[in-house]
């Protein structure tokens, strides 16, 4: 069962119940790397907790696994692509540019003399055309 346990020093917790192994030992064990928390907790005498719901779940033989993914996380994923989109105008561009290719179709201008690229009818430059 995967649901959201809270909110935890600047970051949001994730928790994933399961059924252990019967034999495990109770125990907690930690980790943490540049904000990112992960806590496994084993109960294996049966475990008692509420999900993001207030739903109360009684298991038994329970290994929780905790996950904390801090808020600047989720900032980087949700701005990823409106950089991308930002940036691939002017690097196609460019890219066309020098590979002497119609800035706005991509068609290959190598040894046009018309000014005109044939397939779009963009005005060319002679400085992007290049000799055969």
Avoid at 39 to 47: E, L, S, W
Avoid at 59 to 83: E, I, K, Q
């Amino acid at each position: 069962m995967l649901y959201f346990s809270g909110f935890y020093e600047g970051s949001f917790l994730v928790t994933y119940a399961a059924a252990s192994d019967p034999t495990a030992t109770a125990g907690d064990r930690h980790c943490r790397f540049a904000g990112f928390r992960l806590r496994i907790n084993t109960q294996p005498k049966g475990g008692r907790f509420k999900d993001s719901k207030g739903n109360r779940h009684v298991l038994t033989n329970v290994r929780l696994l905790t996950v904390g993914v801090p808020f600047w996380s989720l900032f980087l994923l949700l701005s990823a692509y409106p950089v991308y989109t930002v940036v691939r105008g002017p690097l196609r561009r460019y890219r066309r540019h020098r590979a002497g290719l119609c800035l706005k179709c991509g068609y290959n201008l190598t040894g046009n003399v018309g000014g005109v690229c044939p397939e779009c009818g963009m005005p060319i430059d002679d400085s992007k055309v290049t000799e055969l």
